[in-house]
């Protein structure tokens, strides 16, 4: 993965490009732990040669893996990064799009480039918290907390 600041303020704009190979959760993940993010937005588009997405399942608050074991388009990738205790996590959602067309969407769980990923990365000089909510299970962004 290559990054570049683009912008240093009032926001950080950073440019991160991610290679032939590279997983990309993981890839975040380690970039937002490394660069202590704190809050940030984080907007994509590329190709995934494989995917896993996740549907919350409400009923028994897990994840419902959904494979994707194909060459496919990311037509979006929206997420942020925000404090989960002291740590950061990076939350992410997915539209990508087969060869015939057709859509398929939901959390991103983990991906694999091919050839290329493109994000441009914009952190906030404040930071958000994720608290644990009581009826979802999940952690979720409070404003305030």
């Not at 032939?20 to 809050?39: I, Y």
């Not at 588009?45 to 897990?62: Q, T």
């Not at 989960?84 to 694999?112: C, F, I, S, T, Y």
Request: hydrophobic content about 45%; glycine content about 8%; aromatic content about 4%.
């Amino acid at each position: 993965m290559k990054a570049k600041v683009l912008n240093d303020a009032p926001e950080r704009t950073i440019a991160l490009v991610l290679d032939r190979g590279d997983e990309v959760m993981s890839s975040l993940q380690r970039f937002a732990t490394e660069h202590s993010l704190t809050a940030s937005r984080v907007t994509a588009i590329g190709a995934f040669e494989s995917a896993v997405l996740g549907y919350f399942n409400w009923d028994s608050k897990e994840y419902e893996r959904i494979p994707i074991d194909e060459q496919v388009e990311v037509l979006s990738l929206v997420g942020d990064i925000a404090l989960d205790g002291d740590q950061p996590k990076v939350h992410a959602h997915v539209v990508l799009g087969r060869r015939n067309g057709q859509a398929m969407g939901g959390h991103l769980l983990e991906a694999r480039v091919r050839p290329t990923l493109e994000l441009m990365l914009v952190e906030s000089p404040a930071h958000l918290k994720r608290v644990c909510d009581p009826v979802s299970g999940i952690p979720l962004i409070r404003i305030g907390a």
